[in-house]
């Protein structure tokens, strides 16, 4: 599928997949596409970046490559490794067959069919069709892993120094998450076009409700929104993302709530919340001040 010709198109194309982007996403993920460059999304956990690779991915019609970042991420787990395995059994082969040319040997068992590729080489793959990469949670990654990206990120290739340089045939649409629990290096950032993915207001939390949970009633609706929209303001080792609302409309509907009640907040609280000590902050006469203030 040929990429969106505008911001419009490209906000249409991200509702197609359920996704509902303000203005300046949108724009920002147009010219992310237009200009081939990588987009860096930062924000807190819960807020959609993820999602916004997937959809890409859906309404380009491309394959999603994953890379989930760790600590301890190397470039065998994130790029590629040789299969040494496969490279031993070759050179036994070979001796046995009486090959002496140890030099032609060393070539053949450096070949692209012994490279095993991890998710960066797969998404420049250029026998593979075209892909949307992401590169999730990057700051959870240590901070020397981000090297091994820039090449990536500046050429959409990758340099193996047994084998050679891979080129991407069709350059894949990178996207890059962080939640910000360290700083990503400047080398990164000016590779990319950046937004910071905030909290939605209280009207599109209600779009994105209506179009994630469509079965949830209107008046239970808004008032969820209202409730986590002043949740959000309190003092909470971990405040709710979009994902929890949806779940928590989700409950409530299984639940059969068709509105808010004291009782139906204390009880579901842990489908919102997800630590004990914001449980417990909240719950009883906390909740209770939030629903009549929504």
């Known amino acids: 599928m040929s990429l969106p010709a505008s911001v419009a198109e490209t906000a249409a194309l991200l509702e197609a997949g359920g996704y509902i982007a303000d203005t300046a996403l949108a724009t920002t993920v147009h010219l992310a596409l237009a200009m081939s460059r990588p987009l860096f999304l930062e924000g807190e956990p819960g807020t959609g970046k993820t999602e916004i690779a997937k959809v890409l991915a859906a309404g380009l019609s491309r ?17 590629y490794e040789w299969d040494h395995a496969r490279q031993l059994m070759a050179i036994r082969i070979a001796e046995a067959s009486g090959a002496a040319d140890r030099t032609a040997l060393s070539s053949d068992i450096y070949g692209r069919a012994f490279l095993k590729a991890r998710p960066l080489l797969s998404a420049i793959d250029p026998d593979l069709p075209p892909a949307v990469l992401l590169i999730d949670e990057l700051d959870r990654a240590d901070e020397p892993f981000e090297a091994f990206l820039l090449e990536l990120l500046a050429d959409f290739q990758l340099t193996v120094p047994e084998y050679g340089t891979i080129h991407a045939a069709t350059p894949p649409v990178v996207v890059l998450t962080s939640n910000r629990t360290r700083e990503v290096h400047d080398a990164i950032r000016r590779r990319c076009l950046y937004h910071w993915v905030d909290y939605p207001s209280a009207a599109r939390e209600r779009q994105i409700l209506a179009r994630k949970a469509p079965n949830v009633a209107e008046t239970l609706s808004r008032q969820i929104v209202d409730f ?67």
């Open 228 to 294: 986590v929209q002043r949740l959000r303001k309190e003092d909470l080792f971990k405040l709710p993302g979009v994902a929890e609302t949806i779940d928590w409309a989700s409950a409530l509907t299984h639940l059969d709530q068709h509105e808010l009640t004291p009782e139906s907040v204390d009880e579901t609280l842990g489908v919102l919340l997800k630590y004990q000590d914001d449980i417990a902050k909240i719950r009883g006469a906390e909740a209770a001040r939030l629903m009549a203030s929504a």
């Open 63 to 79: 394959r999603l490559v994953r890379l989930q970042c760790y600590d301890g991420l190397d470039l065998a787990a994130a790029a």
